[in-house]
């Protein structure tokens, strides 16, 4: 049997595993019959990436033009452009199909030309930086993700940025008291603060308190201390996770101070805290009287004695907390498998749970897409 013998929806199967967009549009080129069943497998396409993605909602290419996928029957929702392919694609060829393209609604930009600026109806952009008279443009943003950017330069741009509901952030600069504009979209707040000096003092803490609907956080802490204002409670935040550099330069009541600020927290992550040990688990039990999910991970200090004390907690105080540390780490991922450690640059659901909580930070999405999308 020749192979256009086959009936339609046996060949549609068969394309939705070309993911290559080189092989789309030579497939394509065929004849009327693949033609026509390529524009009907491109309609399923929402991602245009250049990592393979072995789904049928994805393509990828490698320094292929992907304006050469332009047409009615595709409908980007996310496209990332790439440095290897600014280097064989001209630059206005980008710019146009960004315009053209009503669909696209998030860009992941490797490069150093600022293609954002054309598309005003923006919702989610990741980029290594962002210049203000960009940010200015792009006022519907809900997701950005910086690889270097400063939290005194996002306060300088963060009244240009009313929807935004995720911020994800890498800075190394010394940081200041936060005394920007409040957000109150913001959900999700992701950061690794790198300071190569050990007298920087992190108000990333204090910054989150100018986020009342924050209801997750992921912060990463090198080498320096953090500033807690205990005059304020945080109601809302839920999630919480903290991952100390080695050595860990915090002192365990800065981090009890920091935890009573936030009395309905139910999932805590602490990893590399090396100045904890069994009795302040004992503590934090009481501190957080809604935690159900608490992993110390890579904490040496923490033995079996604080299983046991949680245990015996949970019993006399009709509470259920499950408990991981070093002996029981690998149990996490089988109690709770909905609670994703796949690495992915876009995750389907705004669920930060679901697709950050387990993960490294540099593992960390560049989107949570709504389902919707």
């Not at 192979?3 to 046996?10: H, T, Y």
């Not at 390529?38 to 250049?50: C, D, F, H, S, T």
């Not at 009287?289 to 110390?296: D, I, S």
């Not at 949680?310 to 609670?339: A, T």
Request: aromatic residues 14%.
């Amino acid at each position: 049997m020749l192979i256009n013998e086959l009936p339609d929806d046996c060949l549609l199967s068969i394309f939705d595993y070309v993911n290559y967009l080189g092989d789309l549009i030579n497939c394509y080129k065929v004849c009327t019959k693949w033609r026509y069943l390529i524009a009907k497998r491109n309609k399923k396409v929402k991602y245009l990436l250049e990592d393979p993605h072995q789904k049928a909602d994805s393509v990828h290419y490698s320094g292929d033009d992907p304006d050469e996928s332009e047409s009615d029957d595709v409908h980007y929702k996310i496209a990332e452009y790439s440095h290897s392919c600014i280097e064989k694609v001209d630059y206005e060829n980008i710019v146009s199909f960004i315009r053209n393209h009503k669909p696209l609604k998030g860009i992941i930009k490797w490069l150093k030309r600022p293609i954002e600026k054309h598309c005003d109806k923006l919702e989610m952009l990741s980029a290594f930086y962002i210049h203000p008279s960009i940010i200015q443009k792009v006022s519907s943003i809900k997701q950005l993700y910086l690889q270097y950017c400063s939290l005194d330069d996002f306060k300088r741009d963060a009244h240009y940025l009313p929807n935004l509901e995720r911020l994800h952030i890498r800075d190394a600069a010394p940081c200041r008291y936060y005394d920007g504009p409040v957000l109150e979209k913001l959900k999700i707040f992701e950061l690794d603060f790198s300071s190569s000096c050990v007298t920087d003092i992190c108000y990333c803490f204090q910054f989150m308190d100018s986020c009342p609907n924050l209801q997750s956080a992921y912060i990463f802490l090198e080498n320096l201390r953090f500033y807690v204002d205990e005059t304020i409670k945080h109601q809302c935040l839920q999630d919480l996770v903290i991952v100390f550099a080695d050595p860990p330069r915090t002192d365990w009541n800065d981090l009890k101070r920091l935890l009573m600020k936030y009395p309905n927290l139910k999932h805590l992550g602490l990893r590399d805290a090396s100045m904890l040990n069994d009795e302040h688990i004992k503590q934090l039990l009481h501190i957080l009287p809604n935690l159900v999910l608490f992993q110390v991970d890579l904490c040496e200090e923490i033995t079996e004695r604080a299983a046991y004390y949680v245990q015996d907690y949970c019993k006399r105080h009709g509470r259920s907390i499950e408990f991981y540390f070093n002996e029981n780490s690998y149990e996490i991922e089988y109690d709770w498998p909905q609670l994703s450690t796949k690495r992915e640059k876009i995750s389907r659901g705004f669920d930060f749970m679901k697709h950050c909580f387990l993960k490294d930070y540099y593992d960390l999405p560049h989107f949570l897409i709504p389902i919707e999308y």
